[in-house]
């Protein structure tokens, strides 16, 4: 919003229908302190989506899962409305062997918290090498403790439904549970839960996890990692934990992300003069920052020439000579 308007756009903002106490918020305050001839709050389910993108709007951005992204764009499509798309996905944390563990397992946890883990560039999962392992899983599973403060009560989800689904992802996904596993439907809470080596093909490896559950799988090597991340959807974010320069440049040319961030997790949405966008399945287009403004702007060339001269020979019929003239002039 704050981009559409820094580039002299109005704005009909519709929050998420899946909050609804900050969408309520919004409502009542964005009129109170904005011009409500510039900015306008919108509130409904999906439908009301689909009844905006009917308007036909000189853009549209969104934010929210793959799926809910195509409804968007063929909604979007009737009146080739551009769109920009912020769609998530499973974002990987890939750990070497001479990585710094304990500041890679504390930035792993602290990140994964934040919110539940509903962030759409929390780390979904973590791919570290077999060597360093299962001291990577102690300090992990130590450090959300600590972070915890000793609490024993889950971490709560936005709403039934996505409790629900994630309470599915932990059954019977195959491997170990290290750390957590309960969950309270009466709550509408999960504990952290850390997870060895799933199934690759289970339902906690095949979507956006979106909550606190981290699976963590072991490979042998980086070139293992990168061969499992590239051989599904393109990450919204790419995380690697390294020493290793080599290991840093291999990442960040082979693994195609909408972000990359080396030794930390999430920080680059922080950084304004970074894009911030997915690619592939987890979106299009980029925003934050200046990239906001380009996003929300439309770049038209504008040329202005005076009337006078006007030389003759531009125009036909051509002579050999003007045609050798302007063959010098224009081309």
């Given at each position: 919003?704050?981009?559409?308007?820094?580039?002299?756009?109005?704005?009909?903002?519709?929050?998420?229908?899946?909050?609804?106490?900050?969408?309520?918020?919004?409502?009542?305050?964005?009129?109170?302190?904005?011009?409500?001839?510039?900015?306008?709050?919108?509130?409904?389910?999906?439908?009301?989506?689909?009844?905006?993108?009917?308007?036909?709007?000189?853009?549209?951005?969104?934010?929210?899962?793959?799926?809910?992204?195509?409804?968007?764009?063929?909604?979007?499509?009737?009146?080739?409305?551009?769109?920009?798309?912020?769609?998530?996905?499973?974002?990987?944390?890939?750990?070497?062997?001479?990585?710094?563990?304990?500041?890679?397992?504390?930035?792993?946890?602290?990140?994964?918290?934040?919110?539940?883990?509903?962030?759409?560039?929390?780390?979904?999962?973590?791919?570290?090498?077999?060597?360093?392992?299962?001291?990577?899983?102690?300090?992990?599973?130590?450090?959300?403790?600590?972070?915890?403060?000793?609490?024993?009560?889950?971490?709560?989800?936005?709403?039934?439904?996505?409790?629900?689904?994630?309470?599915?992802?932990?059954?019977?996904?195959?491997?170990?549970?290290?750390?957590?596993?309960?969950?309270d439907p009466a709550t509408l809470t999960i504990e952290p839960t850390v997870?060895?080596?799933?199934?690759?093909?289970?339902?906690?490896?095949?979507?956006?996890?979106?909550?606190?559950?981290?699976?963590?799988?072991?490979?042998?090597?980086?070139?293992?990692?990168?061969?499992?991340?590239?051989?599904?959807?393109?990450?919204?974010?790419?995380?690697?934990?390294?020493?290793?320069?080599?290991?840093?440049?291999?990442?960040?040319?082979?693994?195609?992300?909408?972000?990359?961030?080396?030794?930390?997790?999430?920080?680059?949405?922080?950084?304004?003069?970074?894009?911030?966008?997915?690619?592939?399945?987890?979106?299009?287009?980029?925003?934050?920052?200046?990239?906001?403004?380009q996003t929300f702007s439309h770049r038209k060339g504008v040329m202005v020439?005076?009337?006078?001269?006007?030389?003759?020979?531009?125009?036909?019929?051509?002579?050999?000579?003007?045609?050798?003239?302007?063959?010098?002039?224009?081309?």
């Amino acid at each position: 919003m704050i981009g559409a308007i820094c580039a002299g756009d109005c704005v009909v903002v519709k929050p998420s229908e899946h909050a609804p106490a900050t969408s309520a918020l919004l409502a009542r305050l964005l009129p109170k302190y904005l011009d409500p001839g510039a900015v306008a709050v919108i509130e409904g389910e999906a439908a009301t989506t689909q009844l905006l993108l009917d308007q036909g709007f000189d853009h549209a951005f969104f934010t929210g899962g793959p799926e809910i992204g195509k409804r968007v764009m063929e909604g979007a499509a009737k009146h080739l409305t551009p769109v920009t798309l912020e769609l998530g996905g499973k974002s990987p944390v890939i750990v070497t062997k001479d990585a710094d563990l304990e500041v890679a397992a504390r930035r792993i946890a602290w990140t994964k918290l934040l919110n539940s883990g509903q962030t759409c560039i929390a780390p979904d999962y973590v791919l570290v090498e077999e060597p360093v392992r299962d001291e990577l899983l102690d300090l992990i599973a130590a450090d959300v403790r600590k972070f915890r403060d000793g609490a024993h009560s889950g971490l709560p989800v936005v709403n039934k439904r996505q409790f629900e689904r994630l309470a599915g992802l932990l059954d019977n996904p195959g491997g170990r549970v290290v750390l957590g596993g309960g969950v309270d439907p009466a709550t509408l809470t999960i504990e952290p839960t850390v997870l060895l080596d799933p199934a690759p093909d289970s339902a906690v490896m095949a979507d956006e996890i979106f909550g606190p559950i981290l699976p963590v799988l072991t490979v042998h090597s980086l070139t293992e990692a990168i061969t499992f991340v590239n051989a599904r959807p393109k990450p919204l974010a790419a995380y690697l934990f390294t020493s290793s320069r080599e290991s840093r440049e291999r990442l960040i040319a082979e693994v195609s992300s909408g972000g990359t961030v080396i030794n930390h997790l999430a920080m680059h949405c922080l950084v304004p003069q970074l894009p911030f966008g997915g690619v592939g399945t987890s979106g299009m287009g980029a925003y934050h920052g200046e990239w906001g403004f380009q996003t929300f702007s439309h770049r038209k060339g504008v040329m202005v020439k005076p009337a006078r001269p006007d030389p003759r020979l531009m125009y036909p019929p051509y002579s050999e000579r003007s045609k050798k003239i302007l063959r010098k002039l224009l081309g």
